[in-house]
């Protein structure tokens, strides 16, 4: 277990540095010089243009820059906006609304996906499993603006159920719609992969081996099944919070909340790269940590799998 | 940190679809697939939404009175449906019938180029990678992490707007470079489970060369799951493709597509809800055709699942 852990945080290494290095150098080619775009239209004069410069290493070849922006993080320096502001101000903040939404969404697919989906596989070919089956399509193939503006419409202007926009309530209130609204793909197929799977166990031979032995219905299902069929659940569930975290630029626009996401979109915009490549490398390590946590869990969930 | 949608995805990697043994007419796999398919009502319920789209795309003349951005008159701007115009006008006062019926062909030219782009390399390195193993696998799959780990609308954005006047080959390009990865995953974990198989190790113990062994003995053996996950994938393409142009960062106007439509709607949608509901209701059922379409693929080359 020790080494199995230890190999896979060494595989992780290079790709994360892979991955910022990317996102660096995309940043980087960004076309314009950003001490340019800050100024405007004014003009700016030339040693002025070399100091800020030289104080962003903004001449230095691409891997030079990239080297020290590294040297700075292993610090734990983000680095500094060209406005002076230090990214990891700028981003904390940001950070509590995105990871608020992204938790709602993750408890809503755990909680609701994983019900649904269990519902649906021990009721198999009736009404509710139709149902089930049925409504988790319509909502993967709908994208997720679209459920979004249906959604604020709908529940925060029509029935004036929940908030529509802002956090100015808190935590949860606030979070709710837009937590459903981005949990509403992964509920979908938390809820269909749970019910596969359920399926396909409960027609194993250990299950039946347990319903032999005389044990009950629920001891069966719960303790003998599900454990076994929440592995690829999990697996989902672990890839998806980090996409959890990164896709919802969409739904913090849509609900106008002050996230990480909107943050990113809009540095890009104006070519501040030290904000973007700052929360991109974080959403990678969330990513990459969350993902090897999943892969450890693997053996507590099934016992036959066991690592090393 | 995309997964392609699935609708159920397999637990396991799928079996091999050969005859399990006492089924009385063994039929080879393609003609058993299509025998399984022939059946199923869904399946030519989406082939005909699809057929119907494709049409749309290819001769949207058939359908639209006028071309894109054609007769737009701004004193009628964001009227609802009236006679002769069945979904009103959009914001620049433009048919909305045929501004919606001119954005399919974007969306299934980007749908099918990413997805036919993203499958051929994803066929070539998983291959490789599960072929050889070795170095050559630790380096592809680590490259296949790095860009598996890349956000797919917050990297999709930050090249996007470093090539501003972009157009579709772009957006297509971007999407491929930001999706081979999980059907390279599965690619390689097919390729290492027939690898060792018998009639493998034949055609190499006779000689074959690798180039051979790999196109003309593991590559059709391999192949279905990641062609499954293929067609799934293009209903995914195309939501994603709306979602950029939604943000403003995909196509561009004069281009027409569904998702610039709604990236329009989005400001006036409360008020005037067909802004939204048209394109919504054309580029949901497309991708809802596509999902169908793999699904039913899917279950007719799985036999666990009959």
């Known amino acids: 277990m020790g080494r199995y852990t230890a190999r896979r945080l060494l595989q992780a290494v290079p790709v994360f540095l892979g991955t910022t290095f990317l996102i660096y150098a995309l940043v980087f080619a960004l076309p314009g010089d950003p001490v340019r775009a800050l100024a405007g239209d004014k003009p700016v004069s030339p040693s002025a243009l070399a100091a800020l410069h030289a104080r962003y290493h903004l001449d230095d070849p691409l891997v030079v820059q990239y080297g020290k922006y590294l040297a700075g993080l292993v610090r734990g320096d983000l680095g500094e906006t060209f406005t002076g502001q230090r990214v990891s101000d700028l981003l904390a903040d940001r950070w509590t609304v995105t990871a608020q939404l992204a938790v709602t969404a993750w408890v809503f697919e755990l909680v609701l996906g994983v019900t649904l989906g269990v519902i649906a596989g021990l009721r198999r070919g009736k009404a509710v499993d139709t149902a089930v089956l049925a409504g988790t399509t319509l909502v993967i193939a709908v994208p997720v603006f679209v459920v979004g ?7 925060g202007l029509e029935w004036g159920l929940l908030p529509t926009a802002g956090t100015e309530e808190g935590w949860p209130t606030s979070y709710l719609l837009p937590g459903m609204v981005l949990g509403s793909f992964g509920l979908a197929y938390v809820a269909r992969l749970t019910r596969t799977t359920l399926v396909e166990n409960l027609r194993s031979d250990y299950v039946r081996t347990a319903a032999a032995k005389g044990l009950g219905r629920t001891r069966t299902v719960v303790v003998h099944t599900l454990r076994n069929s929440l592995i690829p659940v999990v697996t989902y569930l672990g890839v998806d919070f980090g996409a959890l975290m990164a ?15 909107q943050q990113v979109f809009q540095s890009i915009q104006l070519k501040e790269g030290p904000v973007v490549v700052g929360a991109t490398t974080a959403l990678v390590l969330v990513f990459l940590l969350v993902n090897l946590a999943v892969d450890l869990l693997y053996g507590v969930l099934d016992p036959r799998i066991r690592h090393d | 940190m995309t997964e392609p949608t699935t609708l159920d995805p397999p637990a396991a990697p799928l079996p091999e679809a050969a005859a399990d043994g006492g089924v009385p007419p063994v039929r080879r796999r393609g003609g058993d697939a299509w025998y399984e398919l022939r059946r199923r009502p869904l399946f030519w319920c989406s082939a005909a939404v699809l057929l119907l789209a494709g049409v749309m795309a290819a001769v949207p003349s058939l359908f639209a009175r006028l071309g894109p951005n054609e007769q737009c008159d701004l004193l009628r701007a964001k009227q609802g449906p009236a006679g002769g115009h069945p979904f009103g006008w959009d914001v620049q006062g433009c048919d909305y019938w045929s501004q919606v019926v001119h954005g399919a062909r974007p969306s299934l030219l980007v749908g099918t180029a990413v997805t036919l782009f993203a499958l051929a390399v994803s066929v070539v390195l998983g291959s490789l990678a599960g072929y050889f193993g070795g170095a050559v696998d630790a380096v592809l799959s680590r490259v296949t992490d790095v860009f598996f780990g890349l956000p797919f609308v917050l990297g999709a954005t930050v090249v996007l707007t470093a090539f501003p006047g972009h ?69 995914n393409v195309i939501a994603g493709e709306a979602t950029l142009d939604y943000l403003g960062v995909g196509l561009q106007y004069p281009t027409v597509s569904w998702g610039l439509q709604l990236n ?6 409360a008020d005037h809800p067909h802004l939204l509901v048209f394109p919504a209701l054309f580029l949901s059922v497309t991708v809802l055709s596509f999902l169908l379409l793999g699904d039913a693929v899917r279950d007719a080359l799985d036999p666990r699942l009959r």
């Open chain 1, 247 to 261: 896709g919802a630029v969409v739904t913090e626009g849509i609900f106008n909340l002050p996230g990480v996401g």
């Open chain 2, 264 to 269: 329009m709607a989005q400001d006036f949608y």
């Open chain 1, 149 to 155: 503006y249906t959604a604020q419409l709908l529940v």
């Open chain 2, 167 to 235: 157009g579709i080959w772009a957006v297509t390009l971007v999407l491929v470079a930001l999706g081979w990865t999980t059907m390279t995953r599965i690619m390689r974990s097919q390729v290492i489970a027939v690898r060792e198989s018998d009639h493998v190790l034949a055609a190499r113990a006779l000689g074959a060369g690798h180039l051979r062994v790999m196109t003309r003995h593991i590559l059709p053996n391999a192949f279905a799951p990641v062609f499954v996950v293929a067609m799934l994938n293009v209903g």
